[in-house]
């Protein structure tokens, strides 16, 4: 079998379909089923990048035979790929830790938990191939919709609410890129991303400018700008932890991607990138001070979420080739950390009805292992030596000194503090203070601590000798600013 | 080896004669209290009377052997002081190491014995000493300031930190620094009452309150180390000032006429004053000598 | 392979292996951390000056070797490291969490070599910040009100190491280069706003370290709660990383008209000192005074540094070297205590001269030397200071100096009084001399203070090195260091270092042994509760004890200025904050229809508003 890049698409669509049948056959197999199809995604990634990055090509893959611009075409290019191979290795670390999650759970919501996760790694997946702005738009949906279900899970009342915001605000993300598509497709005629980037230059300015306004709130609400941001605390604390984990890994970074896409290569308002440092810079300062003041230790982890993607927005607004670079690291450093930060939170706070930090008094002794997990990405998403963070937050700031955007530096600095307060507040309570809460603890399965320990080499590792990764991200940015190469690979295709 | 041997008779007659003139100091002061009490008072040469019965007595006791130490520290600051000062302004007798030191190593050298008395008034346990000690040491924060405040500003004014030079640009210049900076003089003198620790600073030792603070438990040998070593340094004090300020002396006489007019000064202020509170007598030297060490210093700079 | 890269892997690695060590074998847990550094001490001591690293890491080109200034400080960090481990093998005994401790301890240590090999500036702060999370994870080891402490220096070390990073990314984009060699040479090209900006972005990051006002708030709680053993080390070696940074700092980084820093900084030192010395007189507690007195040394250090001339900044190196020496012997003296006793606080611990005298003379001779008093090294040290403060007119300054050092003398007491001297209570009768382990550092550092009052050339000898890379010409004569016993200035007055010791010991002997024969025989030692009492007999259970409010006079006369501590400040900022932040998060009510609002209030200000951002 040619392995090309349909299969991202079509493996776990397939696999979502057909779980329930297998289901029947042998109850394991749902558990088992998503877990190969995210292996294999994950090698075919590995080769897909090799080849990507050797011949210095971009794979186009065209649906259905109809050639672009008149069908919907994939691409995977150093940028797309990369995003999309981080999504196919995290998805599957997560599902290495889900095997056995609350295996109290009974049969008919695992299933349903499994075509869910599917269907969700579908849609992130297809939202950063993707090369048809409304193609873009199904995908975001399909994310969307497992992603509601996904935080209402667990059938309680919080989860519910939680769920109905995410579902109201969510709606009205889709309404919004919705009508952007729409007017956008009555001024170019086409709805193929290529084809609009040559095109949207002669748009009439005004009407330029009302489309970009309505995607940048539309994929605003999906990538977490302040003020838009209200469904995530609720979302992020109500959702099972793994499913945290993926949402903060990799559904936000898809709504990032689109987001990205839009300002980078459809249109050529070079003035929105300001705003998109003013708008991340808000983000960050009002989430990471917020964060501050949280008792529950999933809803603090969300608000710290919501200040790193503020991060990776200002990084993207500088613009330079540089900050980019920074920027792109980060939403890699970003997934894996806060994955893993999630993933050990779970267990940290399992019995705990509340979730409090309070209930995490003295856990240290109790669960080494996972609060040391837990230590280490607190180290690492802080910025400290010599894990991962640090390289990203320095690439960073030194991509705003080139800019001599110094008030940036500070305030990112000042951030900074802020975020080592809160969260060495929570690890010297997981360590120094004397254990008075009666909350059971729960050890975390094999399979559980496996895959946390994977990302914690992973963050050491890079931290130690970053040079593994940056090559990759090197090319990613290269890629994500040249358009016309974009424009030229897509459309090349067509013209044969 | 001949010339060692001259140094230490030499150290040895500075010595004696530091002794000598300490004594007497201290009787007249008693004499010139006495008549002023209108009293007879004792004889002028009652202080070596004292201190040959205090060697003569037998100490029966001790405290452990920091206690032991602590009248050696004492004497060991003043001998080695002693040393360091020029007595007379020309000629080789009684220079010792006068080339050696300068003035700051002087104000640091007479710190190491009261110091050492410390110690060992510490090791014996006495409360009152204690006392006195803590009230000795806060006081000295007290005068010390208005003292370094003149000391630097005649270091600055004439631009050199060693005795020596001091007296010869004295002599060159032909005035006293006395003269050239009174507002130092000032400072320093007022810096003097404290360092002498008669009333009304004499808090540290008051007697009818802490058994005289610091040398209570100190007897016999001890205290006749002690009295040795407080009226050597007592010579110090005053021959330090008439080198820096007055313009050193060149001969004997004038070296007892003009420390003898100087010690008049705080003996005849203490007589008539009462006794101020610790606090008081800290604050005391931080107000007005610190306003005049201040001036000095200004003066000095601008010179 | 490279000797650097030797002494990290070995210092970095056995504090991983300590680490599990103490796991599976912890009765070897000892040995192998003293073992461990006796082999860092032999790399580094036999390292060539000229061994130099050069590699490329995530795009950047790093550089690492010991200049002259960084192996003065690295003589301090391994030689006190040594004898810190050394002394905490007899200290922790008994305490848990052992492996964590050493791993941390040793981490700390390696970090700060690794900190003095940095010659760029990217390394410097990789191995900054590692030494501030391990000494983090010290700080918060035991003790009461562990999050205060920990908080409080984890807020302030962060502050300057982003301030410090800050800095670095700004040089960067100017230079183009990490290198401390280019950016020296260099710096001068920026325009002067900017080089302005970065030095005292720098010098709030080393500033930190070094405890100057207005960042010190941190180092009492910091310095007094942790293990005496890591103290020690804390403010012997960690806090001279400081220094080193502040030397680099001033002298390469600001430009010489620049004298309003070096001033400014030079005040600021000397507040320091005054106001941490009189904390520290005041302090019951005898960790705590030592950490007050730290910082006040410390300004010292600084005040000599920023004096600029050749005999300052040698008085601030000198005192540096000397600080470190007798600060570690004051702090493993109370540990010693703490350890044997059970309490440091003076107020009920007293009379431990005979049961615990080699101690109390480690006590006795760091205490002298701390004070400045001759013939010991630290008048060495203070005459330096005084002399070069003078020469170049900062009148002032030398009577802030002077001020502080004399308050210096009723601390210096205290501790003396507090611990080992005044009345012998009975339940002290028991306790016994602290073990070898912890005696043999004690006593070896107060060697080197005697030593260094006579003969200070052996450690003005490096400490000449270290300027030359800082700038500064040789001025002392290349002759051999045991042969530097007279101090000059530059009016050319002097002070003959061997005649002082001579009369002193002289005198002392002589004085020594009149008192001592005379009437030897019939002497006998009595115990203090044997004193007089004006006539009263004192009975056994009598308190004759002097040790509350010691000096409260003294107390009373400066109120004013205790009034009101920066602390407080800090303190109220902080609540500020909290309630600030409070009010922001009500942004987030949890209300769902109002998040849409926000949605829609944002769109339709965009369309309004935002015209300009979109293009039209």
């Given at each position: 079998m040619v392995i090309s890049p349909v299969h991202y698409i079509a493996l776990p669509l397939m696999a979502a379909f057909l779980i329930p049948l297998f289901g029947k056959l042998n109850k394991n197999l749902v558990r088992l089923i998503p877990g190969l199809v995210l292996l294999y995604l994950s090698y075919i990634s590995v080769i897909l990048m090799t080849q990507v990055i050797t011949k210095d090509t971009t794979i186009i893959e065209i649906i259905a035979g109809w050639s672009p611009p008149w069908g919907i075409n994939l691409v995977f290019s150093p940028f797309t790929g990369f995003l999309v191979s981080l999504f196919s290795f995290l998805g599957f670390i997560i599902w290495i830790y889900t095997y056995n999650f609350k295996p109290e759970v009974d049969y008919a919501q695992t299933q349903k938990f499994y075509v869910l996760f599917m269907m969700l790694i579908t849609g992130a997946i297809g939202v950063v191939l993707t090369g048809d702005i409304f193609n873009l738009f199904v995908f975001l949906e399909i994310t969307a919709i497992s992603a509601y279900s996904l935080t209402a899970f667990y059938r309680e009342r919080d989860g519910a609410e939680a769920a109905f915001k995410y579902l109201l605000i969510g709606s009205f993300a889709s309404f919004l890129i919705l009508l952007a598509i729409l007017i956008l497709y009555t001024q170019v005629g086409t709805l193929n991303m290529a084809e609009i980037a040559q095109r949207v230059p002669d748009m009439n300015p005004y009407m330029k400018g009302v489309i970009l306004i309505l995607f940048f709130?539309?994929?605003?609400?999906?990538?977490?700008?302040?003020?838009?941001?209200?469904?995530?605390?609720?979302?992020?604390?109500?959702?099972?932890?793994?499913?945290?984990?993926?949402?903060?890994?990799?559904?936000?970074?898809?709504?990032?991607?689109?987001?990205?896409?839009?300002?980078?290569?459809?249109?050529?308002?070079?003035?929105?990138?300001?705003?998109?440092?003013?708008?991340?810079?808000?983000?960050?300062?009002?989430?990471?001070?917020?964060?501050?003041?949280?008792?529950?230790?999933?809803?603090?982890?969300?608000?710290?979420?919501?200040?790193?993607?503020?991060?990776?927005?200002?990084?993207?607004?500088?613009?330079?080739?540089?900050?980019?670079?920074?920027?792109?690291?980060?939403?890699?450093?970003?997934?894996?950390?806060?994955?893993?930060?999630?993933?050990?939170?779970?267990?940290?706070?399992?019995?705990?009805?509340?979730?409090?930090?309070?209930?995490?008094?003295?856990?240290?002794?109790?669960?080494?292992?996972?609060?040391?997990?837990?230590?280490?990405?607190?180290?690492?998403?802080?910025?400290?030596?010599?894990?991962?963070g640090f390289w990203s937050k320095l690439y960073i700031l030194m991509a705003a000194a080139d800019a001599r955007l110094i008030a940036v530096i500070a305030i990112i600095l000042v951030v900074s503090v802020i975020e080592i307060v809160y969260y060495f507040r929570v690890l010297h309570r997981i360590y120094f203070k004397e254990r008075i809460s009666t909350v059971e603890i729960k050890i975390p399965s094999f399979n559980a601590k496996f895959a946390m320990l994977i990302l914690a080499l992973v963050i050491v590792i890079i931290g130690v000798y970053p040079d593994l990764i940056s090559g990759l991200i090197e090319r990613a940015a290269t890629d994500l600013l040249d358009k016309q190469h974009y424009i030229q690979s897509v459309l090349s295709v067509g013209r044969n | 080896m001949n010339t060692i041997l001259i140094e230490i008779l030499g150290a040895i007659a500075t010595i004696l004669l530091a002794f000598t003139v300490g004594m007497l100091y201290g009787g007249a002061r008693r004499k010139v209290i006495a008549r002023i009490q209108n009293r007879v008072g004792p004889p002028i040469y009652q202080n070596f009377i004292d201190v040959v019965k205090l060697y003569s007595k037998e100490t029966s006791i001790h405290h452990g052997w920091i206690q032991h130490m602590g009248p050696v520290f004492a004497i060991t600051a003043s001998i080695t002081s002693l040393m360091f000062v020029p007595i007379l302004t020309s000629g080789n007798w009684f220079s010792n190491l006068n080339f050696s030191g300068d003035l700051i190593f002087l104000i640091y050298m007479m710190v190491f014995g009261s110091l050492g008395m410390a110690l060992g008034a510490g090791q014996t346990g006495n409360p009152n000493s204690a006392i006195g000690v803590s009230r000795g040491l806060s006081q000295m924060v007290g005068y010390e300031i208005p003292f370094v405040m003149s000391m630097v500003a005649l270091m600055t004014q004439f631009h050199t930190t060693s005795i020596t030079g001091m007296i010869e640009l004295q002599a060159q210049s032909e005035s006293w620094m006395m003269f050239s900076n009174p507002f130092a003089f000032i400072a320093a003198i007022m810096a003097m009452l404290g360092m002498f620790h008669y009333a009304p600073f004499d808090i540290v030792h008051a007697p009818a309150e802490v058994a005289s603070g610091p040398v209570s438990e100190f007897g016999g040998k001890y205290l006749g180390m002690m009295m040795t070593s407080g009226s050597i340094f007592a010579f110090v004090k005053l021959t330090l000032f008439v080198d820096v300020f007055m313009g050193g002396a060149s001969n004997l006489i004038e070296l007892v006429i003009k420390t003898f007019a100087l010690y008049m000064i705080p003996v005849l202020y203490g007589v008539i004053n009462p006794r101020y509170r610790t606090e008081q007598a800290i604050t005391y030297f931080w107000k007005w000598p610190a306003f005049f060490g201040l001036i000095g210093l200004v003066w000095a700079a601008f010179y | 392979m490279n000797s650097l890269i030797i002494i990290l892997i070995l210092v970095f690695g056995g504090a991983i292996i300590s680490f599990v060590l103490n796991k599976f074998l912890p009765i070897l847990l000892n040995s192998f951390?003293?073992?461990?550094?006796?082999?860092?001490?032999?790399?580094?001591?036999?390292?060539?000056?000229?061994?130099?690293?050069?590699?490329?890491?995530?795009?950047?080109?790093?550089?690492?070797?010991?200049?002259?200034?960084?192996?003065?400080?690295?003589?301090?960090?391994?030689?006190?490291?040594?004898?810190?481990?050394?002394?905490?093998?007899?200290?922790?005994?008994?305490?848990?969490?052992?492996?964590?401790?050493?791993?941390?301890?040793?981490?700390?240590?390696?970090?700060?070599?690794?900190?003095?090999?940095?010659?760029?500036?990217?390394?410097?702060?990789?191995?900054?910040?590692?030494?501030?999370?391990?000494?983090?994870?010290?700080?918060?080891?035991?003790?009461?009100?562990?999050?205060?402490?920990?908080?409080?220096?984890?807020?302030?070390?962060?502050?300057?190491?982003?301030?410090?990073?800050?800095?670095?990314?700004?040089?960067?984009?100017?230079?183009?280069?990490?290198?401390?060699?280019?950016?020296?040479?260099?710096?001068?090209?920026?325009?002067?706003?900017?080089?302005?900006?970065?030095?005292?972005?720098?010098?709030?990051?080393?500033?930190?370290?070094?405890?100057?006002?207005?960042?010190?708030?941190?180092?009492?709680?910091?310095?007094?709660?942790?293990?005496?053993?890591?103290?020690?080390?804390?403010?012997?070696?960690?806090?001279?990383?400081?220094?080193?940074?502040?030397?680099?700092?001033?002298?390469?980084?600001?430009?010489?008209?620049?004298?309003?820093?070096?001033?400014?900084?030079?005040?600021?030192?000397?507040?320091?000192?005054?106001?941490?010395?009189?904390?520290?007189?005041?302090?019951?507690?005898?960790?705590?005074?030592?950490?007050?007195?730290?910082?006040?040394?410390?300004?010292?250090?600084?005040?000599?540094?920023?004096?600029?001339?050749?005999?300052?900044?040698?008085?601030?190196?000198?005192?540096?070297?000397?600080?470190?020496?007798?600060?570690?012997?004051?702090?493993?003296?109370?540990?010693?205590?703490?350890?044997?006793?059970?309490?440091?606080?003076?107020?009920?611990?007293?009379?431990?001269?005979?049961?615990?005298?080699?101690?109390?003379?480690?006590?006795?001779?760091?205490?002298?030397?701390?004070?400045?008093?001759?013939?010991?090294?630290?008048?060495?040290?203070?005459?330096?200071?005084?002399?070069?403060?003078?020469?170049?007119?900062?009148?002032?300054?030398?009577?802030?100096?002077?001020?502080?050092?004399?308050?210096?003398?009723?601390?210096?007491?205290?501790?003396?009084?507090?611990?080992?001297?005044?009345?012998?209570?009975?339940?002290?009768?028991?306790?016994?001399?602290?073990?070898?382990?912890?005696?043999?550092?004690?006593?070896v550092l107060s060697a080197i203070s005697v030593f260094a009052g006579t003969f200070p050339g052996f450690i003005i000898e490096p400490i000449q090195k270290a300027m030359l890379v800082l700038g500064f010409e040789n001025r002392i004569p290349n002759i051999e260091w045991y042969q530097l016993s007279v101090l000059f200035n530059s009016w050319g007055d002097k002070v003959v270092l061997q005649n002082i010791m001579i009369s002193v010991m002289g005198v002392f002997l002589v004085g020594l042994a009149f008192i001592t024969i005379k009437g030897y025989k019939n002497q006998r030692y009595v115990s203090t509760k044997d004193i007089s009492s004006s006539g009263e007999v004192i009975q056994p259970e009598d308190n004759m004890t002097f040790q509350m409010d010691f000096y409260k006079p003294f107390e009373r006369a400066i109120w004013p200025l205790l009034k009101r501590k920066i602390d407080d400040y800090y303190t109220d900022f902080g609540k500020g904050l909290e309630a600030l932040f409070d009010f922001i998060r009500r942004f987030y009510s949890g209300n769902g229809q109002l998040y849409a609002i926000y949605v829609m209030a944002f769109l339709v200000l965009l369309l309004i508003a935002g015209t300009k951002y979109f293009g039209f």
């Open positions: 709130v539309g994929f605003g609400i999906e990538a977490e700008m302040f003020p838009l941001n209200g469904w995530v605390p609720d979302v992020y604390t109500q959702a099972p932890g793994p499913i945290g984990a993926i949402f903060a890994g990799i559904v936000v970074k898809a709504g990032v991607y689109a987001l990205i896409r839009i300002i980078f290569t459809l249109f050529d308002v070079v003035e929105v990138l300001q705003l998109l440092v003013v708008m991340g810079l808000i983000t960050m300062a009002v989430a990471e001070v917020i964060a501050m003041r949280q008792g529950r230790l999933k809803r603090m982890l969300a608000y710290s979420s919501i200040g790193q993607m503020g991060l990776v927005l200002v990084a993207f607004g500088i613009g330079t080739h540089e900050a980019v670079f920074a920027a792109i690291f980060l939403m890699f450093n970003h997934a894996i950390i806060k994955g893993m930060l999630f993933l050990s939170a779970t267990y940290l706070v399992y019995h705990s009805k509340e979730k409090n930090i309070s209930d995490l008094d003295g856990i240290g002794k109790l669960m080494p292992f996972t609060a040391f997990l837990f230590a280490l990405g607190s180290l690492a998403i802080v910025g400290l030596p010599p894990f991962a | - | 951390v003293v073992l461990i550094m006796l082999a860092v001490s032999y790399f580094f001591f036999s390292i060539d000056a000229a061994v130099q690293l050069n590699f490329e890491i995530g795009g950047f080109h790093l550089q690492w070797g010991f200049t002259s200034a960084g192996y003065l400080f690295g003589i301090i960090v391994v030689v006190l490291g040594f004898l810190t481990l050394l002394y905490s093998t007899a200290y922790m005994n008994g305490k848990d969490n052992l492996g964590y401790f050493y791993m941390n301890f040793l981490f700390s240590i390696g970090a700060m070599l690794g900190i003095l090999m940095s010659r760029d500036l990217i390394s410097l702060f990789f191995f900054w910040e590692i030494m501030t999370w391990s000494s983090y994870l010290i700080v918060i080891y035991s003790g009461k009100d562990v999050d205060r402490r920990g908080l409080k220096y984890m807020i302030f070390s962060a502050i300057g190491a982003y301030s410090m990073l800050m800095a670095i990314v700004i040089v960067y984009s100017f230079i183009g280069s990490f290198l401390l060699e280019d950016i020296f040479t260099s710096i001068y090209a920026i325009g002067f706003g900017y080089q302005l900006a970065i030095a005292i972005l720098l010098m709030i990051g080393f500033g930190v370290k070094t405890a100057i006002m207005p960042v010190h708030v941190w180092a009492p709680e910091a310095y007094a709660g942790s293990p005496m053993s890591f103290t020690a080390l804390f403010s012997g070696a960690l806090s001279k990383m400081g220094v080193f940074g502040f030397a680099l700092v001033l002298f390469n980084l600001v430009s010489t008209q620049n004298w309003l820093i070096n001033e400014v900084v030079a005040w600021l030192a000397a507040i320091t000192a005054v106001l941490a010395t009189f904390y520290a007189v005041i302090q019951t507690d005898a960790k705590k005074l030592l950490a007050y007195s730290s910082i006040a040394q410390l300004g010292y250090i600084i005040i000599g540094l920023a004096s600029g001339t050749y005999l300052g900044v040698m008085a601030g190196l000198f005192l540096a070297v000397l600080h470190a020496v007798f600060k570690a012997t004051l702090f493993m003296a109370v540990g010693a205590v703490e350890r044997q006793v059970g309490t440091t606080d003076m107020t009920k611990v007293t009379g431990l001269i005979r049961r615990m005298p080699l101690t109390f003379i480690a006590t006795l001779i760091s205490i002298i030397t701390l004070a400045g008093i001759p013939p010991l090294g630290g008048f060495v040290g203070k005459w330096m200071l005084y002399e070069a403060l003078i020469t170049s007119d900062h009148y002032y300054l030398v009577i802030m100096v002077f001020l502080s050092s004399t308050a210096a003398f009723l601390y210096s007491y205290r501790i003396l009084f507090g611990m080992f001297l005044g009345q012998e209570e009975p339940e002290y009768a028991n306790v016994k001399e602290a073990p070898l382990a912890m005696l043999i550092p004690m006593l």
